[in-house]
């Protein structure tokens, strides 16, 4: 599976972004998806996820009730609403996928993208 991220750019606080990421190579349908980003200095962390069916999501705490992961398996996409954005949401976003049911909100994924920056000022 190839993922390619996109959508990233710079904006200010309070604003939106969505994050698309593209699959090739193979159907997503059988495969959790997850976001996860990493800023300046620190570790990769876990952002949010969805099971094969897109019946299912969690989010990290930061992001809950701002962002929305969401998936369409027709198209082999996946996606990252992010509304009301902070300073604190500058991170490089990647998404992930693995073959399984269920969710996954470690980094143990099988494949990765490549990353799109997100830019928030204040």
């Keep these: 599976v190839q993922l390619q991220a996109f959508g990233g750019g710079s904006v200010q606080a ?11 190579g193979r159907t997503l ?3 959790a998806m ?16 969805i099971n094969w069916s897109g019946g299912t999501t ?6 809950r009730g701002r962002f929305t992961i969401s ?7 996946v996606y990252l609403q992010m509304n009301s954005l902070q300073p604190e949401d500058t991170a490089l976003y990647y998404c992930a996928a693995k073959f399984t049911r ?9 494949y990765w993208g490549q990353g799109t920056q997100v830019t928030v000022s204040s």
């Design 14 to 24: 309070g604003g939106s972004l969505r994050l698309s990421c593209a699959a090739s």
């Design 29 to 31: 349908s059988n495969y």
């Design 34 to 49: 997850g976001w996860f980003r990493q800023a300046p200095g620190k570790e990769r962390e876990f952002v949010a996820t």
């Design 58 to 63: 969690y989010y990290a705490d930061s992001v």
């Design 71 to 77: 998936r369409d398996n027709a198209k082999n996409m």
């Design 102 to 110: 269920a969710l996954l909100t470690t980094t143990k994924y099988d």
